[in-house]
C-alpha cells in the first residue's frame, strides 16, 4: 500500500488511478414504467457485457392499460431523466415502453430527453424495433401483443403506418402491466411459434413487460424466421448508439448476428 501521511487529520492518503468505471463501454439510462417488473432484467439478459451497465429511473403509470394513460406518462418524463446519472456520463437513454412510444411519439420523447440531457443518444421500443425489422429485411410480420383492443387498434394502424404489413396478428388481452408480467413464457412461446408458421418474414413480440429472453432462439430454431422483441430491439438498438458492435449469443438472430 503507498500512503502519505496527512498531518491536518491523521489519516494516511491511499494513491489510486480512476478507470473507466463499471460502465466503460456503455452507460444506458433505462426509464422504466413504475409498475413494470420486467424490462431492468430483461434488459440486462440481452446485454451481458463487461463494461456495459443499465441504470433505471422509473416514470409514473396507471395500473390500466389505456391510451389515455399511457399518453399521461410524458408529463413525467424530464424529472425520470434528470435522475438518470446526472453527475455521471450517460451514452444512451432508453424509454421503456413500446405502446408509449407510438402514443407519446418517438420524435417528442427524444426532444423531451435531449432537452435534460444534451448530447446524449435516444432509442425506445418501437423505433428500435422498426430499425430491427429493417435490418433483418423483415416488411411482413406477425406481431403478438398482450394488450386490451383500444391499446392493440393503436399499434396496429402505428406500425401499417410505417409501413409494416401484419399479414397475421394475435393478443393475449391483459388490462395491466402488472398482468403483463405474469404471462408464463411458455405461453408466449407457444403463441409466437404458431403465428410465426404463417407466410411472414418474422415474428414482432411488442411489450417490455413480456418475458421473452429465454425463449426467442427456441422459436427461431421453431419457425426458421427471426423473432424481434420490445426488450431485445431496445437493448440492440442502445448498444449500438453507444458504439459497440459486440454480439450476444443466443438471445437471437438480431443480437448474435450485429
Do not use: H
Not at 53 to 63: D, G, L, N, T
Not at 82 to 111: H, K, N, Q, W, Y
Not at 112 to 141: C, Q
Amino acid at each position: 500500500m503507498s500512503a502519505r501521511s496527512d498531518d491536518e487529520d491523521g489519516w494516511a492518503t491511499l494513491a489510486c488511478s480512476l478507470d473507466g468505471g463499471p460502465a466503460a463501454m456503455a452507460a444506458i439510462g433505462l426509464v422504466v414504467l413504475a409498475n413494470d417488473t420486467v424490462i431492468e432484467p430483461e434488459v440486462r439478459r440481452f446485454l451481458p457485457l463487461p463494461g456495459v451497465e443499465v441504470y433505471a429511473s422509473r416514470i409514473p403509470m396507471a395500473r390500466d392499460l389505456t391510451p389515455a394513460s399511457l399518453a399521461a406518462m410524458a408529463d413525467s418524463l424530464p424529472q425520470a431523466i434528470e435522475l438518470l446519472l446526472p453527475d455521471d456520463r450517460l451514452d444512451v437513454v432508453a424509454f421503456g415502453c413500446t405502446s408509449g412510444s407510438m402514443i407519446i411519439g418517438p420524435d417528442r420523447i427524444a426532444g423531451i430527453v435531449r432537452s435534460a440531457r444534451p448530447g446524449v443518444a435516444v432509442t425506445d421500443p418501437v423505433s428500435a424495433s422498426l430499425t430491427a425489422l429493417s435490418a433483418l429485411g423483415a416488411a411482413r410480420i406477425a406481431l403478438v401483443t398482450p394488450y386490451p383492443a383500444s391499446v392493440n387498434v393503436m399499434v396496429e394502424d402505428y406500425l401499417s403506418g410505417k409501413g409494416v404489413e401484419i399479414a397475421a396478428r394475435a393478443t393475449f388481452r391483459q388490462e395491466s402491466d402488472v398482468t403483463i408480467a405474469r404471462i408464463d413464457p411458455r405461453d408466449i412461446f407457444n403463441a409466437a411459434v404458431e403465428i410465426g408458421r404463417n407466410d411472414v418474414d418474422a415474428v414482432f413480440l411488442s411489450c417490455t413487460a413480456l418475458r421473452c429472453s429465454a425463449i426467442i432462439e427456441a422459436v427461431e430454431q421453431a419457425i426458421g424466421k427471426p423473432v424481434v422483441t420490445s426488450n431485445q430491439a431496445l437493448a440492440w438498438d442502445a448498444l449500438r448508439k453507444a458504439g459497440s458492435r459486440a454480439a450476444i449469443p443466443a438471445k437471437g438472430r438480431l443480437l448474435r448476428d450485429r
